[in-house]
């Protein structure tokens, strides 16, 4: 009996021994009472300089449907890596490598999970180009929040997005995945796109954390080639490239990733300028840099490093933190750091910044995803309802003959063109799990529009692309019973994004010639197009009566376009790029400097200027703007100025006005562009309604300027607010 008791009593101090000794071993950095800081500050001396370079390291997961290897893909990947490039649509995957991580690495430090979630994750919205044309930030707001939920809920939590690349020539590719030709449409969107992926915090239910991307200049490719050379001058860069960063740095963009491009002779993988003296001096990011794909071993390519070591220690010293996929660091960094090449401190400020992103997700509370049924998780109804909104006010009404369109008396329609039935062309590129079967096409939209109420016969036509001219016959025949013809031409999918530069932005011959025959039957055509980027449309536009640019309108896009045929929705988008007359205007864009002579620089053979400019887009109301009238004609530093313009609509229907305000310096020490745009807002005006639209000026911010080293000056002297075609002078006095 005393035995027992003895025993008992035994065990009950061995209990709370143990309990007291776990109680006494939770580290301080896996108590989340404790600051940020001092949690990194603890784990960093934890680590290994292995474990360190593994934190800075990213492997790619995914797309294995085999359950044989699965285990096999989960054991490749080491426990300790710092992120993965996550490929999947469900969390399955991800829970099995973080298991992995949390319980077989000595400090269970959770991965980070990254994807390309450029627009829409499973709900595929409108591409970037077309958002902007929308001048909508607070639904492209809404559209990345829902991408962020989706992403969230199926096991990712950082996504490579907004690119805020201001892109200027239609043949480069990814045109596409940017806001367009302006600085600060790229500012605004990327800031709405950051605060729908993050929230108020990224641990916040159902956030993401945002990448800022390419950081910089990438926008610039000679010849819209891709990964290629660019020469960005340092007063360019400050007052063109750098503003979408500065201000998605400020919304809290939690990281950036590097650009591929060699800016001046510097690699952006290696530009100290930017990376160090501008990023993380001046704007004191405190969130992590990742190199693009590959891009630290590429810097041998580029000629830049003569080895995969020197390209580990070039770009790590420049300010890269996070090495995407060549395994340079994890090659190399411990070496080097042995060596004396890099110190630890620098070593332990890379991975602080790494760790400090995963805290702020409250990775290490929460590593697993919950498994949600997939019903649940996507394609929720409210979603494809931001997402179709999206696409209505992305859509351009470019042309609109003898008011063509809406469609009201026509009984007879004729469907024509390779992009009427296509599904992947109205997905576009990077639609993330973008589905085809998600997407309603342009013929079956159509149908649900106008069911018994129009007659809609189909052809084909003809192929994106080819000599084949077979499918010209039927469509000539359907063509000659309607009453109208909507031609569907465009690019197919994956003619834009990464890589995917053109020589020419004219669509290529067959579907011109198909155009060219159809007009000779003597019918209406409207021009429906979806593209990712700029067309050369000037053997297209004079045989169309109306255009419509519908880009790449996501999974919903061609329910809008129906809605705007049939006239259920009043088109409101303009647009976010220029449209050249033709590929060899290239570069054109409304931000242009000045001339010494000839306003646009002149051709002896075409046009000097272009077919549709920036900001352009029509409506099937008419808007009437009052004057402009200033709060002052005269204005001293510090003191606020207020314009405002009244805008009626004096049409026959409801519509949506975008007010696009610029400002125009004629005179100042750094010559500046012709016109700048500040601000736009777009309003819902009824008919007969007037609407006032205003602009609060900041003079430092909307009338000043930078210099090349970025330092920004107000001088005083006349300057010009002007919209539309409109114009009035201010005067900045001392
Ligand atoms: C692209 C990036 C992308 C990355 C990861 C690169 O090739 O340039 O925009 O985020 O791949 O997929």
């Excluded at 201001?166 to 950051?194: C, H, I, K, M, Q």
């Excluded at 693009?292 to 041998?300: E, N, P, T």
């Excluded at 490093?305 to 300010?319: H, Y």
């Excluded at 109420?453 to 052809?459: E, G, N, W």
Aim: proline letters at 4%.
């Amino acid at each position: 009996m005393r035995l027992l008791v003895v025993s008992i009593l035994h065990l009950y101090i061995c209990a709370h021994t143990v309990l007291w000794a776990q109680i006494q071993t939770v580290p301080v950095y896996k108590d989340h009472e404790i600051p940020v800081e001092e949690r990194i500050t603890d784990l960093l001396s934890e680590m290994t300089l292995e474990e360190k370079v593994w934190q800075l390291t990213q492997y790619t997961l995914g797309i294995n449907n085999n359950e044989n290897n699965i285990e096999k893909t989960v054991q490749e990947v080491p426990a300790e890596i710092g992120s993965l490039i996550y490929f999947e649509m469900g969390p399955e995957l991800r829970n099995r490598v973080q298991h992995q991580a949390i319980e077989n690495s000595r400090l269970g430090i959770p991965i980070l999970f990254g994807c390309d979630v450029i627009h829409g994750f499973r709900t595929i919205y409108p591409i970037p180009l077309g958002q902007a044309c929308s001048w909508n930030p607070e639904l492209v707001e809404k559209a990345c929040a829902v991408a962020a939920q989706e992403a969230k809920m199926s096991g990712v939590d950082w996504t490579f997005s907004p690119m805020i690349d201001v892109a200027r020539d239609g043949r480069w590719g990814r045109v596409a995945e940017g806001y367009g030709e302006d600085p600060l449409t790229n500012a605004v969107f990327g800031v709405a796109s950051v605060r729908g992926y993050q929230g108020n915090s990224l641990s916040d239910k159902n956030k993401i954390a945002a990448c800022l991307k390419h950081y910089i200049g990438y926008g610039a490719s000679e010849g819209g080639r891709d990964y290629v050379y660019t020469e960005v001058s340092r007063q360019t860069m400050w007052d063109t490239y750098i503003p979408p960063y500065e201000a998605g740095i400020k919304a809290g963009a939690a990281t950036v990733m590097s650009a591929f491009n060699n800016i001046n002779g510097i690699p952006a993988t290696v530009n100290k300028y930017t990376l160090v003296e501008v990023l993380k001096k001046r704007w004191k990011h405190l969130g992590f840099v990742v190199s693009d794909w590959d891009a630290v071993g590429q810097l041998v390519n580029q000629g830049v490093a003569e080895s995969r070591k020197e390209a580990a220690r070039m770009a790590f010293t420049a300010g890269v933190e996070m090495n995407m996929r060549d395994n340079c660091y994890r090659d190399y960094l411990p070496e080097l750091v042995k060596e004396g090449k890099i110190s630890l401190n620098q070593i332990d400020d890379a991975v602080r910044r790494v760790l400090r992103i995963k805290f702020e997700l409250g990775l290490f509370e929460h590593p697993y995803t919950p498994t949600v049924t997939e019903d649940k998780r996507y394609l929720l109804p409210e979603s494809k309802l931001v997402a179709m909104k999206l696409a209505e006010e992305s859509i351009v009404l470019l042309k609109n003959k003898k008011n063509m369109l809406p469609l009201f008396k026509q009984k007879k329609i004729a469907l024509i063109g390779p992009v009427a039935k296509n599904k992947g062309c109205l997905l576009g590129s990077w639609s993330a799990h973008g589905k085809s079967s998600d997407v309603t096409s342009i013929y079956e939209a159509l149908m649900l529009e106008f069911e018994n109420k129009i007659q809609l016969m189909y052809a084909f036509g003809c192929d994106f692309e080819g000599e084949d001219v077979l499918s010209f016959t039927e469509a000539l025949n359907i063509a000659k019973q309607a009453d109208i013809i909507l031609l569907c031409l465009g690019e197919k999918q994956r003619w834009s994004g990464e890589n995917a530069s053109r020589s020419t932005i004219a669509l290529p011959r067959i579907q011109e010639q198909l155009a060219l025959e159809l007009k000779k039957v003597g019918k209406p055509i409207v021009l429906i197009l979806s593209n990712g980027r700029p067309l050369d449309l000037s053997r297209l536009e004079p045989l169309s009566d109306a255009i419509l640019e519908i880009w790449q309108p996501g999974i919903n896009g061609a329910q809008a376009l129906a809605g705007i045929l049939s006239g259920r929705i009043n088109p409101s988008g303009k647009l976010s790029i220029t449209f050249p007359y033709s590929v060899g205007q290239i570069p054109i864009y409304y931000n242009r400097r000045k001339a010494a002579r000839w306003d646009q620089g002149f051709y002896m053979d075409i046009t000097s200027e272009p077919l549709f400019p920036f900001g352009y887009g029509l409506s099937y109301t008419e808007f009437k703007y009052g004057a402009i009238i200033p709060s002052a004609t005269t204005v001293k530093r510090g003191e606020k100025l207020l314009i405002e313009v009244c805008v009626t609509n004096t049409g026959k229907c409801d519509g949506a006005e975008t007010v696009h305000w610029f400002i125009s310096d004629p005179y100042c020490s750094v010559t500046r562009p012709v016109k700048e745009l500040k601000y736009f807002e777009k309003q819902f005006i009824r008919v007969g309604e007037t609407k006032t639209y205003r602009f609060e000026v900041d003079l430092e911010r909307d009338l000043g300027f930078v210099d090349e080293t970025g330092k920004r000056f107000l001088e005083t002297g006349e300057y010009y607010i002007l919209v539309g075609d409109q114009q009035v002078k201010v005067e900045l006095v001392d």
